[in-house]
C-alpha cells in the first residue's frame, strides 16, 4: 500500500466491487474471470478517486439497470477507464 493510500478507500473499493460483482451476477464465468473484474473495479474506483455519490450509487444498487444511473454520477474519464478495465477483465 502506497503512503497516499488509507485502508478505508481501499476496504471502501473493494467493498463497492464485491457487490458490483453480485450485482452483475456472472454466472458460469471462470473464477479468475471473476477476480479479474473485481480487481479491476476495485483499481478504478480506488485510482479514478470516484465521488462518494457515485460510490454510495453504486452500493446502493440493487439491478443491474440500476448501475447505469450511477454510471453518470462518474466523469467521462472515471467512466471510459472502468468500462475499458471491465472489458479488458472479461476477455
Known amino acids: 500500500m502506497s503512503p497516499s493510500e ?3 478507500d481501499v476496504a471502501k ?3 463497492l466491487a464485491n457487490h458490483l460483482l453480485e ?8 473464477a479468475d474471470t471473476v477476480d479479474a473484474i473485481r480487481i479491476a473495479i ?3 474506483c480506488f485510482e479514478d478517486k470516484w465521488s462518494l ?3 454510495q450509487c453504486f452500493l446502493e ?3 443491474l439497470e440500476a448501475t447505469d444511473h450511477c454510471a453518470t454520477r462518474l466523469t467521462v474519464g ?6 475499458r478495465a471491465v472489458a479488458a477483465a472479461i476477455k
Request: net charge negative; charged share 30%.
Open 6 to 8: 488509507t485502508p478505508t
Open 13 to 15: 473499493c473493494e467493498l
Open 23 to 30: 450485482v452483475m451476477q456472472p454466472d458460469g464465468a471462470a
Open 42 to 44: 476495485s483499481r478504478r
Open 53 to 55: 455519490d457515485a460510490s
Open 61 to 63: 444498487a440493487e439491478a
Open 78 to 83: 472515471q467512466r471510459d477507464a472502468f468500462e
